[in-house]
């Protein structure tokens, strides 16, 4: 096999290894920028933080009603103390009535005895002290209107405590009422906080187990950068060992440890006289596809402001194939290197997959160990497992 054609396979790196590993920087860095943790991870983490988010809703919602209880509670507690102060204020009231009523009776019964201790003498004294018939008449009625105004008066006396007591008698019944209403609110206030401390423990516990699936994910997605980068490393040292290897078959010699080419005589020449002895740039089609690692995906093109799938492709290979994945499968089948075995691709061959109508729709480079470079939406530009996508059928070296 000529070296161009070999190289073309190869889809090389620079030849010097040097800038081989350099050439990689960027598309390294940009991988492991969106490098992620494993999918069961991320859907633990999912799950944790919607759960989270729910018990966190939960406890606020259990706050409120703590901070409505309480204050409930406190507002029958203030009307309780209220009541207690009027059952106070009315039983003194009472007392006083008491009082009162017990010498007003004392009095009517010291005037009664007297009254009866004097006997007919005291009438005869009212009889005989009248100074007319009219005058009698009149000291007969106001001595009864006297004992008339006693007994009223100790009638009203009767009336008034007997309507405090009634009064009393209310307080005391709404006064169970609050009690009852207050033991009732403060049994509901200790169910409240019970729930209010065991859900804010669960929040806590949650809030763990969310920080601990965050720090695993990262961890996760550092080594799957770290993976990344080896993976990428490891393609371009394969690929510049098979450049290497075909160059040597056409008379040339790259020394490792210096990282010169020599041609057969021994003399030393540059990496650009290989390249110009093969005919072909050794700007290679993968450093060129890692180049476009982290842009957005685009349909249509770089004219939209991003890339498309068989874009980049096309563009790795310098513009030279179709902008259609269709048209590239057709490519790589009339150039006859077409396989699904996906261990007989070589780094720069093309990749395809059908959809579930056997259409293609989707092309990748590939660059070895089981990798390609593509482009996809909600994802752009990344270094990929060949089956990320689905639809995997085969693919092939084009003819450029």
């Known amino acids: 096999m000529q070296l161009s054609t070999h190289i073309a396979r190869m889809a090389v790196l620079p030849l010097a290894l040097g800038v081989a590993v350099a050439g990689l920087g960027m598309g390294v860095a940009a991988q492991t920028a969106h490098a992620e943790a494993s999918a069961s991870t991320l859907a633990a983490l999912s799950d944790a933080q919607a759960r989270y988010a729910a018990a966190t809703q939960e406890l606020d919602g259990l706050y409120q009603q703590v901070y409505e209880a309480q204050g409930a509670y406190e507002a029958t507690t203030a009307q309780l103390d209220a009541t207690n102060q009027a059952i106070a204020e009315t039983q003194s009231l009472i007392a006083d009535q008491k009082a009162q009523l017990e010498e007003a009776q004392d009095i009517l019964a010291d005037r009664l005895g007297a009254d009866y201790r004097a006997g007919e003498a005291n009438m005869l ?60 609110q403060a049994a509901d206030l200790q169910s409240l906080n019970e729930q209010t401390d065991a859900c804010a423990a669960y929040v806590a516990s949650l809030d763990y187990e969310v920080q601990s699936l965050y720090a695993q994910a990262q961890a996760e997605a550092q080594a799957a950068a770290q993976a ?8 371009a040292q394969q690929q510049m060992q098979e450049v290497i290897s075909a160059a040597e078959d056409a008379g040339y ?49 770089e004219s939209y402001g ?4 068989s874009g980049l492709t096309s563009a790795a290979y ?20 077409y396989t699904s075995d996906i261990g007989s691709l070589n ?17 990748a480079l590939y660059v070895g160990n ?8 909600n994802g752009g530009v990344q270094l990929r497992d060949y089956n990320y996508v689905d639809g995997y059928i085969g693919g092939g070296t084009p003819s450029v």
């Not at 105004?149 to 008034?160: E, G, L, R, S, T």
């Not at 089981?370 to 939406?377: C, E, F, L």
């Open 318 to 337: 310098g513009g030279s194939l179709p902008h259609y994945s269709g048209d590239q499968y057709d490519n790589v089948v009339s150039n006859g290197s």
């Open 228 to 235: 990344a980068a080896q993976q990428v490393a490891s393609a």
């Open 347 to 363: 780094p720069g061959d093309l990749v395809f997959y059908t959809n579930s109508s056997g259409n293609i729709y989707h092309v």
């Open 125 to 184: 004294d009212v009889i005989f002290s009248a100074t007319s018939f009219e005058d009698l008449v009149s000291r007969i009625y106001y001595a009864g209107k006297i004992s008339d105004a006693d007994a009223q008066a100790i009638q009203d006396v009767k009336d008034i405590k007997a309507a405090l007591e009634a009064s009393e008698a209310q307080l005391q019944e709404q006064r169970a009422e609050q009690e009852q209403l207050q033991a009732q």
């Open 370 to 377: 089981g990798q390609v470079i593509d482009a996809i939406p």
């Open 253 to 301: 010699h790259y020394d490792e440890s210096t990282g010169d080419w020599s041609d057969s005589s021994g003399n030393t020449v540059s990496s650009d006289t290989v390249s110009n002895a093969t005919g072909y740039d050794v700007s290679s089609i993968i450093s060129t596809a890692q180049s476009y690692i982290g842009t957005n995906y685009v349909l249509g093109g």
């Open 306 to 309: 991003g890339i498309d799938c």
